[in-house]
T-cell receptor
């Protein structure tokens, strides 16, 4: 079974600075998806960014980018120019491409605080 | 609708009572998922529906939990004889056909408190 590990329960960063959240995963599959979701106090899980394992190029979405290291099974999220609205719980998630196994497997989450 | 909706937003019940939680997915999404988020267990998969296929119930923690999806749209998660350990946030998500690699979009969740 796949597992996802986020080793940083809490992180903090100054507004306008850059922060990197870590995520590692374990799988025997060669093709899969990886996601970062954000969960603010409203509880709504919001997709931040997604990466397809067969793509070598790291995904980017505006101020958010990932460092996908497939051999190391690492998938970190970099947030540039941090804003107060980025404060939230961040979850890393894995999804298989095998038919019938498309559930998301989540890490434990990292609580990100933005200091003004 | 514009997004996944869930009701109720919050539910307080007494131990031993049955509860029903509702999820209304994004129109046109054929896949629907239920997850549970609790302090001790993090985010766990419960059940998955895809079109007319038999649901994947592999994540249901006990036979007190069941779910159905009527007409390929709205889903109801039922917890019978609730226990205090059932207290959690129950999240629903939907997506287009997973075989296309589609992203799961989440609703706001139902916070369940069992007294």
């Amino acid at each position: 079974a796949q597992t996802v590990t986020q080793s940083q329960p809490e992180m903090s960063v100054q507004e306008a600075e850059t922060v990197t959240l870590s995520c590692t995963y374990d799988t025997s599959e060669s093709d899969y998806y990886l996601f970062w979701y954000k969960q603010p106090p409203s509880r709504q899980m919001i997709l931040v960014i997604r990466q397809e394992a067969y793509k070598q190029q790291n995904a980017t979405e505006n101020r958010f980018s990932v460092n996908f290291q497939k051999a190391a099974k690492s998938f970190s999220l970099k947030i540039s120019d941090s804003q107060l609205g980025d404060a939230a719980m961040y979850f890393c998630a894995y999804r298989s491409r095998i038919q019938g196994a498309q559930k998301l497997v989540f890490g434990q989450g990292t609580r990100l605080t933005i200091n003004p | 609708g514009a997004g996944v909706s869930q009701s109720p937003s919050n539910k307080v019940t007494e131990k031993g009572k049955d509860v029903e939680l509702r999820c209304d997915p994004i129109s046109g999404h054929t896949a629907l998922y239920w997850y549970r988020q609790s302090l001790g267990q993090g985010l766990e998969f419960l059940i998955y529906f895809q079109g007319n296929s038999a649901p994947d119930k592999s994540g249901l923690p006990s036979d007190r939990f069941s779910a159905e999806r009527t007409g390929g749209s709205v889903s109801t998660l039922t917890i019978q004889r609730t226990q205090q350990e059932d207290s959690a946030v129950y999240l629903c998500a939907s997506s287009l056909a997973p075989s296309r690699g589609e992203t799961q979009y989440f609703g706001p969740g139902t916070r369940l408190l069992v007294l």
